[in-house]
């Protein structure tokens, strides 16, 4: 990894941290100074952007604002050459802007690598609730396969915990008809975790979008989908938990979850040197 790779510092702390405090106002307040303005023409959509939809209403409400008030928070852009510049940050700005007729945009400049790029790009689109779930989970992948993260990484990025990060990129293996669903908002990835086991998902899904079901209704059926006189489908969500304390503690962790009744959490051991570390770690105040 070359040094202008190297992974940003504190990039889970919030927008604000990636493109200096001064540089977002408080709302009504004018563009600060650490700010400059470049035409709109000068900008160009990042090729990481993970949101992939931007809703017409949604931009009409944005652009209705900025029209009155202008755009108050500045685009976060990274140079590409004269007077051509990536937005990074704040694409939907941009575009509410353009609606707006606005001829010039704030803007933050920054000398950006392509992971970082990446990185803030899924922050700024997190913390705002932007992304369907499919959208995440496509770039929290694209950030494990182009830049080498693990999941671990990811999650200490992004400020989410690993088993979020598992268990959103885990969506991806359901069949397109159901992420279409996810996509446009009729599921929810409560909802869809429930489907990852089972064999018709498709089926599944739509059984439980006439039937209303919540998330935890969804749960109960896919328990009793499970085959006759067959070991059950361990939870999702519990198998990445055991996964990820197993490998925190380099042992074998299994829990057994019992719904409402609670449940167990065994912890494996070879040897009576592991057996003494799990004391010790057990005893410890």
């Known amino acids: 990894m070359t040094p202008k790779e190297e992974r ?8 604000s941290a990636l493109i200096g405090d001064e540089a977002v106002p408080m709302r009504g307040e004018p563009a600060p100074k650490a700010t400059r303005t470049l035409p709109v023409a000068f900008l160009k ?25 202008g755009v108050l928070t500045p685009i976060l852009v990274r140079p590409l050459g004269a007077d051509a510049y990536e937005i990074v940050a ?3 700005r941009w575009r509410a802007a353009q609606m707006a007729k606005l001829h010039d945009v704030p803007v933050v400049v920054r000398e950006l690598a392509d992971a970082e790029a990446l990185e803030i790009a899924i922050i700024e689109n997190v913390q705002r609730a932007d992304l369907n779930p499919i959208e995440e989970a496509a770039a929290y992948q694209e ?14 990025e992004v400020g989410k915990s690993r088993p979020h990060v598992a268990n959103t ?3 991806l293996r359901l069949p ?22 089972a064999p018709d998902p498709e089926a599944a899904a739509w059984e439980i979008l006439k039937g209303g079901m919540t998330v ?3 749960e109960q059926r896919s328990a009793k989908k499970a085959k006759p006189g067959g070991k059950p489908a361990k939870d ?40 003494d570390e799990i004391t010790r770690r057990l005893s410890r105040h």
């Open 90 to 92: 704040g694409e939907r």
């Open 143 to 156: 950030l494990i396969d182009r830049f080498g993260r693990t999941q671990e990484q990811v999650a200490q």
């Open 176 to 197: 397109n008809s159901v992420k279409a669903l996810l996509q446009e908002g009729k599921l929810t990835a409560g909802h869809a975790r429930t489907l990852l086991n």
């Open 8 to 15: 940003p510092r504190g990039l889970g702390r919030g927008l």
């Open 45 to 69: 959509p990042g090729k990481y952007q993970p949101r992939k939809n931007f809703a017409d209403d949604a931009l009409a409400e944005l652009a209705a604002s900025i029209k009155e008030k």
């Open 216 to 218: 935890r209704q969804a």
């Open 236 to 275: 999702p969500n519990v198998a990445d938990l055991e996964a990820s304390v197993s490998n925190s503690l380099g042992l074998k962790i299994q829990i057994i979850h019992k719904g409402d009744k609670g449940g167990e959490v065994r912890i494996s051991y070879a040897s009576l040197e592991q057996l």
């Open 169 to 171: 990129i885990r969506l």
